[in-house]
């Protein structure tokens, strides 16, 4: 069965760098695009940033371009996403996510537990 | 980017007709879908592609669109239906993900 384990949330202070790993397990990981989505605390969801499923086409919303950076490594069934300067407004719990239609960017099929990311002071 | 537009909540009676909205000018000219989140949970996928139902959900979770809205349409209400319902879709002008602001179904 389709799994996806997020790591490596924290607790982190404004100006610093977090990198999120997510874990994928019982499908072919290589074939398919993946997204990370966050959840601020009692708010509804933002997608943050896809990557295709060869790595050739990453895609950022606004407010993290320059700042984000999603990777994927295939040896490892691993996508991860690098945060630097990370805001209060960062603070969310970032999912990943599998991309559900073939060879294009729709929706998400599989999602990962979550990993919490607070950023204070 | 275009935004999508959700009422805040709807309320609806045990064994009725629920309809959730989705209202905006890129409605019609992509595809829409639409998730489910139960309080702590991780959101699920009801529908995607405005009417295409996931294997293991029930026939009566179902999706349309018309114009620029789309419509999620839940019969016979059950109390496990209780959940916030976030229809979504890809912006290919921008590529972006856009997701509504979400809908918190009440079953009273």
């Known amino acids: 069965q389709v799994q996806l384990v997020e790591s490596g949330g924290g607790v982190v202070q404004p100006g610093s760098s977090l990198r999120l790993s997510c874990a994928a397990s019982?499908?072919?990981?290589?074939?398919?695009?993946m997204h990370w989505v966050r959840q601020a605390p009692g708010k509804g969801l933002e997608w943050v940033a896809v990557?295709?499923?060869?790595?050739?086409?990453?895609y950022y919303i606004d407010s993290v371009k320059g700042r984000f950076t999603i990777s994927r490594d295939d040896s490892k069934n691993t996508l991860f996403l690098h945060m630097d300067s990370l805001r209060a407004e960062d603070t969310a719990v970032y999912f990943c996510a599998r991309e559900g239609a073939d060879g294009d960017f729709e929706f998400f099929d599989y999602w990962g537990q979550g990993s919490l990311v607070t950023v204070s002071s | 980017s275009h935004g999508l537009t959700q009422a805040p909540s709807v309320s609806v009676a045990p064994g009725k007709t629920a309809n959730i909205s989705c209202g905006g000018d890129?409605?019609?000219?992509?595809?829409v879908h639409w998730y489910q989140q139960k309080p702590g949970q991780v959101p699920v996928l009801v529908i995607f592609f405005d009417s295409d139902r996931p294997s293991g959900i029930p026939e009566r979770f179902s999706g349309s669109s018309s114009g620029d809205t789309a419509t999620l349409t839940i019969t016979r209400v059950e109390d496990g239906d209780e959940a916030v319902y976030y229809c979504?879709?890809?912006?290919?002008?921008?590529?972006?993900?856009?997701f509504g602001g979400g809908t918190k179904l009440t079953v009273l």
């Open positions: 019982g499908f072919i990981f290589s074939n398919y695009a």
């Open positions: 890129i409605v019609g000219h992509t595809g």
């Open positions: 990557t295709s499923y060869d790595g050739s086409s990453k």
């Open positions: 979504q879709v890809w912006d290919s002008r921008f590529h972006h993900v856009v």
